[in-house]
Every structure is written in structure tokens, then in C-alpha cells.
């Protein structure tokens, strides 16, 4: 089954202590559909200016991404300008160009209405409730989000909540969130907000699933050397969904096996600047990482 | 078989946000001599004041430990008061008594130079290579540290490191001994040091450990409440080595199964003040968490 995946596709100029780059694609939607689309078809809903590099068109292209949805404005794409620290967990943005992202107004082609696995990727809320109000009752919707929203838009996002299947999030926003230091106890009252699944991101420490039957936890892929962490949390994500969307079986059981492809996926990211490494992968290498991670975690 | 534990045997005073206490046992000869009693006969080595408690004698003594290497000296108990942060992470030294421990030298019982697992906990290096000094070709040695020893005592460590089969540390003291901040090409580095395997504790966040036949992730025991995190750490290298000197067959396949024992053990010690959670566990409520850590990574 496909997957729906609206969210930014910008350009991103990312420095990190060894490196300054040219504007790259980057951005939440970009990653997540790239990562989906290696276990399933997948459907984009964004907005780009009319600067956006043909290459990256070919790029979405190469993986099977339906551009129905890719709405083209004449304007600036979306630009984000950012810099990692020595330790690259912290960063700090250096620039945020909107350009024709600001008048954004997600419009899903007939033909996406129906497709069963949404992730709403990180955007603002009130677009991400755009969406799930064109949908026809899909299987199962993820979402994503950043503190940004939480600090704007937390009214919006509570009420989105309660119309999502799963939420992902990283641990500062898991705590943000509740006011609750501790992990454990931040999953379960984000459950009470509406959620069935809560998943924590913890970037290099892996993923915490919290779910009815209890939790998961999955590892991240052990990485000697990190060149771009940027698009991790979405990497992962997409990966999560995609292979759900192409899952028989219990949604459960399946939800962890697509959290450790999700991880392998990210992996992946982390080895290069934007999608550079993440489009290279092939099937048979994701394969591979994930059954290295399962011999890394049996006892 | 048995387990010589080494270390400090101290009182230590400790504040969370949520309590203050009186000295209580705690420090890490004591965590793990009784973490590693749950799976093998235990060897203490150590050193008491004569202010010392006798209930803690007793509690020893409950927990099958041998006391013969207990040295009783006049003056006072090494005492340690610190205080926690919010999140529990962060804590600072309140005060450091070193009382009778100033003037420790190891001497080990002529019976106890055969034990063939070796458990260095935490103390000076120089300490650490005494014990050794006095022991006849044990089986098996790990050692754990401290950032206090890599500021002052560097050389001793280093010398040490050649000396042992496992050094146990945590994720900022493997940055720190190796200058590298990427934790997996740290553990590379430490094996060039001397240590065939090494352990990377990273709090909640579990361990890792890196070997010759490849790496292991071992998850922390997810709790929604911690109590009090010292000696958490001491309580895993204790409940590690415990479940080696116990175990038969493969030594690696005995390390991955260990660390997740020693996961459950620190998991009961955050529990509560001191030692007063981890000594009322029995064998089958480990066992029970070990089996729940099993169910949590596996998919």
C-alpha cells in the first residue's frame, strides 16, 4: 500500500565543523519520502519556488515519488540555513528564508484522498489538520513535529492529537510537551492526549516505543563518524511508515520491525550531507544494516 | 565460581530535589559486592571506620559477602554528599571526608588470591594495580573509573588498561580518556589501550559494548520514577561480573546476558536511596525484569 507524505521541501545550507555546503535538498518532507520510498510508493504533497533545481525534481523522480501533490509557486523554495556544533547534537539556525512556503496551503490531488498510510510530517499543525481534512478515513496516520510548534501553535497540535494514530517526537519535545522530565512517564501522558503510539526519538541512543502492549525500544545504527545528522528524525520516520505500509500482518509487531528500518534508514542520512548518501542506498544495503542491528541487540 | 569486588566502602549523604538523607550506605564497592551477590559468592575488599554501622555489616553479611578483606581502621567512614539536579543527570559534590580511606592499602586475604573473576570498582588506580599486584592469574578482570583519576592519576590508568580484560566507564569518561567524541570510535580507541572489551555506560540511555566479535547494545530497564541514580553504574559492573562468574560456555555470549542483568540490578538501585531498594530484590524479580528487557528489543 502507498503513503501519503506531506510536509517542507526546502533547501538546506548546512555547516558543521568540517564543512560549510552549497544549498542541498534537505527538509522534513524530502527525507521522509526518500526513506519511504525504498519500502513503499509514496505520495508528495509540498511546495516549491520556481528556483528548485530540476535535479532534485529528477532526484524524487528516481525513487517513485507521485509529484502530483507538489505544488510549484513562482517565488523563492523554502531556504534554512544552520550550523552543528563540535558534538553535532546541538545546532543553531543561521537563517530562515520562507519563501513560497509562507503561503503554503496543502491541496491533495483526488487520487491522494485515499491512500492509507499518512505521515504528516513536520510542519505547522494547522497544515497538517489541512490535510487529514481532505482524507477519506485513512489506516493509519503518523505525525511528526519540533518545538517550534509547540512554542506557537500548541492549541493547534493538542487538537491534532486526538486525530492521529501516532506521534513522533524527540525527547527535549516529549518533555516539553508534558513538563515531565522523565521519558517513561512523558510517553504515557501523551497517550492521554489522544496517541495510541507514542515514539521518542533520542537521536544516537535510538527510540523508545510506547505502545498498548507495552514498550519497545530500538536501537540506533552505531555510527563511527556522523557528517550530517540533519533529517535523521525524518529519515526515520519515512523508513517507520514506508515499511508499514508495505507490512502484512499485526500493526504492533510491525511498528517495531519499522522503527529498526526506520533507525537504518537514518543511518544512512547521518553518512552524508542532505540526501546525498540516503539516495545512493539500495534495498540489499538496508537489508544488511538492519540484520547487523539485529545481531547487535539478541542476547 | 567467585567475584573479588574492590573499591570504596563509604557513607554517602544524598539530596534530590524531592529528599534529603542521612549517610547511608552506598559507594561503589558496596553497590557492586551487592549487585554481584545475587548471581555468586562475592569477596569484599575495603575499608571502615570504626563508625561504621553494624547494620551494614549485617546487610553484607545477609548478602552472603565475605568480609575477611574488610579492613576495620579508627577514624572515620569515608563520607560523600551530593546533591542532584532536577533531571537527575547532574550532580554536584557536596563534601568529601576521606576519613580512614586516606590511609587505604588493599591488602588481600591469602584465600582471596585465587578468585577467579576480579571486579576493580571504582577507586585510584594505583589501588586498582595493588589488587592486582596480590592476585594469582584470575580468569577474568574488569576494571571501572572515574573522571577524578583521568585528571590526576592519567599514567597509572593508562598502565592499567594493559592490564585488564574489561574497562567499564561511562560515555563522557570514554570522551575524555580518547579525546574523541563520537562514543563508538572511542571504544575503538580504549581497545588500543589494552582492553579487549569495553563497556560504555550511558545512563538511561543503556550500554554498549564493543568486542572483538562486534558490538552489543544493552537497553536500560525504562523507569518512569528514579529515586536516586548513584551507584547505578556500580551496580551494573557489580551485577555484570556476578553473571559471568556464575555462567558457563562462551565469555562474549556471558557479557551481552551479564549487561543485561547488571541493567536490571542498576534499575532496582535508582529505585532507592542507597542500597535500600537493592537489597530487598530477590533473585526472581531480577529474573522477571530480564525477561520484560528481553520482550522490549525484541522484533
Known amino acids: 500500500m502507498s503513503v501519503l507524505v506531506v510536509g517542507s521541501t526546502a533547501l538546506d ?10 544549498p542541498l535538498l534537505s527538509s522534513s518532507a524530502s527525507h521522509a519520502a526518500v526513506a519511504a520510498s525504498f519500502f513503499a510508493p509514496v505520495k508528495l504533497v509540498g511546495i516549491v519556488g520556481d528556483d528548485f533545481p530540476k535535479r532534485y525534481v529528477r532526484l524524487y523522480r528516481r525513487h517513485g515519488i507521485d509529484l502530483e501533490g507538489l505544488q510549484r509557486a513562482s517565488g523563492k523554495t523554502f531556504h534554512w540555513a544552520g550550523e552543528y556544533e ?14 513560497v512556503f509562507e503561503m503554503f496551503t496543502p491541496r491533495l490531488p483526488a487520487v491522494y484522498r485515499q491512500t492509507p498510510f499518512v505521515l504528516l510530517a513536520n510542519i505547522a ?5 489541512h490535510v487529514l481534512d481532505q482524507m477519506r478515513r485513512p489506516r493509519f496516520v503518523a505525525a511528526d513535529t519540533m518545538d517550534l510548534w509547540l512554542n506557537i501553535a500548541l492549541d493547534d497540535l493538542l487538537k491534532l492529537l486526538r486525530r492521529i494514530d501516532a506521534l513522533v517526537l524527540n525527547d ?4 516539553q510537551l508534558t513538563r515531565e522530565d522523565n521519558i517513561i512517564a512523558a510517553a504515557k501522558k501523551i497517550h492521554r492526549l489522544g496517541p495510541k503510539y507514542v515514539i521518542v526519538k533520542k537521536g544516537e541512543h535510538g527510540a523508545l516505543l ?9 536501537p540506533a545504527f552505531p555510527l563511527e563518524k556522523v557528517v550530517d545528522p540533519t ?3 525524518d529519515s526515520f520516520a519515512g523508513g517507520l511508515v514506508g515499511y508499514l505500509a508495505a507490512s502484512k500482518g499485526p500493526l504492533e509487531a510491525n511498528l517495531k520491525r519499522g522503527m529498526i528500518y526506520g533507525s537504518v534508514v537514518a543511518s544512512f542520512c547521518c553518512e552524508g550531507f542532505g540526501l546525498t548518501r540516503t539516495t545512493r542506498v539500495t534495498r540489499e544495503a538496508i537489508e544488511e544494516r538492519a540484520g547487523q542491528l539485529e545481531k547487535m541487540v539478541r542476547f
Open 210 to 218: 510506547s505502545a498498548p502492549a507495552g514498550m519497545f525500544i530500538a
Open 172 to 175: 527535549s519535545e516529549a518533555r
Open 125 to 129: 499543525p494547522a497544515l497538517q489538520h
Open 13 to 22: 545550507s548546512i555547516k558543521t565543523p568540517y564543512r560549510k555546503n552549497p
Open 86 to 99: 563540535i558534538n553535532m547534537n546541538n545546532r543553531r539556525t543561521l537563517a530562515t528564508e520562507l519563501g
Open 231 to 233: 533529517g535523521a528524525g
